[in-house]
Nanobody
Framework: QVQLVESGGRSVQAGGSLRLSCAQSGRTFSRYAMGWFRQAPGEEREFVTAINWNGASTIYSDSVKGRFTISRDNAKATVYLQMNSLKPEDTAVYYC??????????????????WGQGTQVTVSS
């Protein structure tokens, strides 16, 4: 049983920074591709960013490219989302997701098998 637990969400002012963490337990973390998704009130869950098993490949949505950075520490079984220059439209519940694969990551939520419970990020103007 894979379990994912997000942390770090809070309220910040526009232009500020925040770092989210997602810790995985239950399986060997280094075998998993990891992704971040977010869901704003009344909207569909959308892709944010993803990273492959060894960090060699990363992908970002156009809305966060240049502002957000995904990284991982396999020794700590943790994936991070560094968010800079935050905007009010970044307000959402942020979810961590994982997939047991050495292959390429995708932007599709259906690709991922395991999900955390989410952490709230609120950006005020």
């Amino acid at each position: 049983q894979v379990q994912l637990v997000e942390s770090g969400g809070r309220s910040v002012q526009a232009g500020g920074s925040l770092r989210l963490s997602c810790a995985q337990s239950g399986r060997t973390f280094s075998r998993y591709a990891m992704g971040w998704f977010r869901q704003a009130p009344g909207e569909e869950r959308e892709f944010v960013t993803a990273i492959n098993w060894n960090g060699a490949s990363t992908i970002y949505s156009d809305s966060v490219k240049g502002r957000f950075t995904i990284s991982r520490d396999n020794a700590k079984a943790t994936v991070y989302l560094q968010m800079n220059s935050l905007k009010p439209e970044d307000t959402a519940v942020y979810y961590c997701a994982s997939k047991n694969t050495y292959g390429a990551v995708t932007t599709s939520s259906g690709f991922y098998d395991y999900w955390g419970q989410g952490t709230q990020v609120t950006v005020s103007s």
